[in-house]
């Protein structure tokens, strides 16, 4: 314990914690019970959240009203479901049961402009670690990584909103080109940050069609995990990242994968980012049935 630690425990405080959880996809009740495992405190203790806030889950409205109440001691980046969503309340996504609830709710706009004005990248050098929800592209060093975050997120933010989502959404390639159109280039970058998994092994095109766990029929097929790619940059953090649900937790010096497959009856975990670095998980079972697609 360092000073501040027994400083803390003088004044009758414990030391604060940092923990990262993975995907919520509106399971609340489970996102609940996983603080109360954790013992949260959010006087003293912050959250980093993968993405993937909502939907899915039975309680993706009651999830966002209760982030949103603890904004301040919680760091966020977006999913690919809460960039839908925000495409969504435009009118650019069909709408579903999970989320009506938010574009029903008179806390509608306040919602979509908070989720509007979150990151695509966190960092904190002081732990060592760097979120992003599906991770960091393989061709991105540090400082491209840091740019091109930023880039998307000013497009999210900006009056141009809507009619940017909207090519947003058309099919990309899934090829990193730095000195081609700006909307190809957004569309590898939003894809980059919230949808990719695999990669090809000799050019380091991104796949986004597979979504099973690696096996040697993808092997086969030419692809690898995104963070084993040959083409991958070094990196000075360690990436905590969600996104994929059937490749589960994993753990090695480079990265951690926190999406436990909550939503499919699987697990939610948490992972202490200071102190011992423990991994904390809550069953849970009133999920949806598990599938092969996701």
């Known amino acids: 314990m360092g000073l501040f630690g027994w400083i803390a425990r003088l004044l009758g405080r414990r030391e604060a914690r940092v923990w990262a959880i993975g995907d919520i996809q509106g399971c609340h009740d489970d996102l609940q019970a996983l603080l109360k495992k954790i013992d949260f405190d959010p006087r003293y203790d912050r959250l980093w959240i993968a993405g993937d ?101 000013a497009r999210l933010q900006s009056g141009e909103v809507k009619a940017w989502l909207k090519k947003m959404f058309q099919k990309g390639k899934g090829v990193f080109d730095s000195e081609g159109d700006e909307i190809t280039l957004d569309r590898y970058i939003v894809n980059s940050y919230t949808r990719m998994r695999f990669c090809d092994k000799k050019s380091g095109r991104l796949d986004y069609d597979q979504k099973g766990v690696p096996t040697k029929k993808t092997d ?4 690898v995990p995104w963070y084993k790619c040959k083409h991958r940059k070094p990196l000075p953090y360690r990436i905590i990242f969600g996104h994929w649900s059937t490749l589960g937790y994993v753990e090695n010096k480079k990265v951690i994968c926190l999406d436990t497959g909550c939503v499919w009856q699987v697990k939610m975990s948490a992972k202490l980012l200071n102190g011992d670095g423990r991994i904390v998980q809550v069953n849970c079972p009133d999920g949806l049935e598990p599938r092969d697609d996701v």
């Open 53 to 153: 806030l909502v939907n899915r889950g039975k309680g993706s409205l009651e999830t966002l009203e209760y982030l949103h109440s603890i904004r301040d001691r919680i760091h966020v980046v977006l999913g690919n479901h809460d960039v839908t969503l925000i495409a969504a309340y435009y009118g650019l996504k069909k709408s579903n049961p999970t989320i009506d609830p938010i574009l029903d709710s008179p806390r509608a706009e306040e919602f979509i402009d908070w989720l509007r004005s979150q990151p695509f990248l966190h960092h904190d050098p002081k732990l060592g670690y760097a979120m992003a929800h599906a991770g960091i592209s393989p061709m991105f060093d540090w400082e491209q990584a840091q740019t091109y975050a930023r880039r998307i997120e």
């Open 220 to 223: 086969k097929a030419g692809l």
